[in-house]
T-cell receptor
Framework: AQSVTQLGSHVSVSEGALVLLRCNYSSSVPPYLFWYVQYPNQGLQLLLKYTSAATLVKGINGFEAEFKKSETSFHLTKPSAHMSDAAEYFCAVSESDSWGKLQFGAGTQVVVTP | DTGVSQDPRHKITKRGQNVTFRCDPISEHNRLYWYRQTLGQGPEFLTYFQNEAQLEKSRLLSDRFSAERPKGSFSTLEIQRTEQGDSAMYLC??????????????FGDGTRLSIL
């Protein structure tokens, strides 16, 4: 069985500051890991994915995430926050034998202050 | 790539009525997924299709819910005898390939259902 935990339901960052969103997972088999972003009243947009090729994954809009197997973590970072980064972010896991079914975390709402 | 399209965007109905949602996936995608998202939560998996075959259904999908994907193209999700607890955003996603676990899913903008 798999599960995803996102620490912190709300994060407030200043414009230009580091964005750090935490995600821990549990999985009985090697997982695939994803970060999605959701703007109000819209669907989810893929930021990046980990599929075992490299532990540091670069995504769109300047985001990156590092897979740490020993810590079962896949934290998302961005060096410098922009106002346009205000949105909800979801970490998701898919087990390699699950036909692609995604298990999502509860999400982290990011607020960016001037 | 025109993206995943969902219709309608919003649906308001009275408790006990039936509703049907439509999803048009990206044309070359053979996998189609339905998720439900309630306020303040992440999406929860409901069901998915490989072409026209429905391969898995979540326990969340009670017997009031039915999904179809005739001819392996668009899909419909029907809810019969709607209840207050059915109020949510219903998201459709599609992806390509047989080994789909590492293929990213592309999401539509969802159908927001409100039960009066």
């Amino acid at each position: 069985a798999q599960s995803v935990t996102q620490l912190g339901s709300h994060v407030s960052v200043s414009e230009g500051a580091l964005v750090l969103l935490r995600c821990n997972y549990s999985s009985s088999v090697p997982p695939y890991l994803f970060w999605y972003v959701q703007y109000p009243n819209q669907g989810l947009q893929l930021l990046l994915k980990y599929t075992s090729a490299a532990t540091l994954v670069k995504g769109i809009n300047g985001f990156e995430a590092e897979f740490k197997k020993s810590e079962t973590s896949f934290h998302l970072t961005k060096p410098s926050a922009h106002m346009s980064d205000a949105a909800e972010y979801f970490c998701a896991v898919s087990e390699s034998d699950s036909w692609g079914k995604l298990q999502f975390g509860a999400g982290t709402q990011v607020v960016v202050t001037p | 790539d025109t993206g995943v399209s969902q219709d309608p965007r919003h649906k308001i109905t009275k408790r006990g009525q039936n509703v049907t949602f439509r999803c048009d996936p990206i044309s070359e995608h053979n996998r189609l997924y339905w998720y439900r998202q309630t306020l303040g939560q992440g999406p929860e998996f409901l069901t998915y299709f490989q072409n026209e075959a429905q391969l898995e259904k979540s326990r969340l999908l009670s017997d009031r819910f039915s999904a179809e994907r005739p001819k392996g193209s668009f899909s419909t999700l029907e809810i019969q005898r709607t209840e207050q607890g059915d109020s949510a955003m219903y998201l459709c996603a599609s992806s390509r390939g047989l080994q789909a676990s590492n293929q990213p899913q592309h999401f539509g903008d969802g159908t927001r259902l409100s039960i009066l």
